[in-house]
């Protein structure tokens, strides 16, 4: 939970309710950190850990039943018949009463069996890429959640240098305050900077606290220590494979499911025939005769022509899903492509030509203050260190876009798919 510090009583209640959340963070036990987590281990214990699974085994296992099911033949069944057992005449009551025991059975024609069959074994496919898809989604929030943490433990050295050099600065200006070299506002300005450093410290402390714990909670994990090794542009110009991305599977999965519903639906339409054989008693003599039989429907009526069309529209529909999916997804791959190539360029300048000589800026008017002179002015000074500190700040959040970015890469790539697989092996 972050929370504004700001100043007077309520403020300063905050900075030590910040304090203690802290404190009580780097209380915790060696274990709960174990050792610092790069995103690889991150993902994989996420995988690990994912509470999805069991409902996705459970879909799968629902899916082999239909599967079973549909496989089964249809049951026969046994009758028996009672004529002439009531009437008037020589029929009165059971004197000419004829019975009829018999045994029936449909024969499915047409491929029913097989179509229901492949249609069971389509959904299989279907639960089985739709519970990968779901998985990646996991992944791809995890992901996100790492970069944030990520990025606001980078925040949090900015603001620890911000914070130090704001404290020399306060320190030298106030001893020329003290010689008379400098104006009381200046000190004032300089306490204010320095209280304002501090504040941003233990915003930016929190904030870094948080983003762990969020992180954490998908991990099994009361808090996690980050690898800040990936948070760099290295992964730039990595290519996907050349495997069928999750979500264009899932589609395809559901294109096979509705062609062969369409088969289903076929095999419908041919008229499934009955034959019946049994045994006939007649009361009048005891004689015994065996009697076979059969229908099939004429089919004038009811050809199943609009469940035919019905199935084929819905495959229509899904290979307009998949032609539509793969145009928009080669769209957001070039933008963010693109993105992520003019990120890492002003990355590789802001690292390459203003940070250092923001640097330099920074070390010229502190060493010119520090003498003395009037060469610098605390303003000078001051007004140098926040271009520096902008320009780190500013880095974080190239980064950081480069890597947001970088996420929704990998889940249109579906880059971590192999996760998930050493994850099922477990």
Known sequence: MSFPLGAGPAGRARRRLASTAVAALLALPAAAYAQPLSLADVLARAAA???????????????????????????????????????????????????????????????????????ARAEIAVAAAQAQVRALDLLATVQTLWVEAAAAEAGVGVAEERLAVAQRLERETVRRVAAARDPLMSGERARTATAEARIALERARTGAI?????????????????????????????????AEPPDLAALAAQRDAAQARVRVEQSRAVQDPTFRAGLRHFREGGDVAFIVGGSIPLGRYDTNRGGIDRARAERLAAEADIAAARTERGREMARLTARRAATAAELARLEGEVLPSARRAVDLA?????????????????????????????????????????????????RHAPLLARAETR
Not at 219 to 239: Q, R
Not at 389 to 407: M, P, T
């Open 49 to 119: 850990e994912d509470p999805g699974r069991a409902a996705t085994e459970a879909r799968l296992q629902a899916a082999e039943a239909a599967l079973r099911q549909a496989s089964v033949r249809p049951n026969p069944s046994i009758g028996l018949e009672v004529e002439n057992f009531a009437g008037t005449g020589a029929r009165e009551l059971f004197d000419e009463t004829e019975s009829t025991l018999y045994y029936q059975q449909t024969f499915e024609r047409g491929g029913k069996r097989g179509a229901r069959a492949d249609a």
């Open 210 to 242: 948080d983003a762990r714990v969020a992180l954490a909670a998908y991990l099994g994990m009361p808090a996690v220590e980050l690898d800040m090794t990936a948070f760099t542009t290295a992964t730039f110009g990595a290519t996907p494979g050349d």
């Open 366 to 414: 502190r060493d010119g203050f520090s003498r003395g002179g009037g060469a610098f002015t605390y303003l000078e000074v001051a007004e140098a260190q926040r271009v520096l500190v902008g320009a780190r700040a500013r880095r974080i959040e190239l980064l950081k876009s480069f890597h947001l970015d970088g996420v929704r890469l990998d889940r249109l790539t579906g």
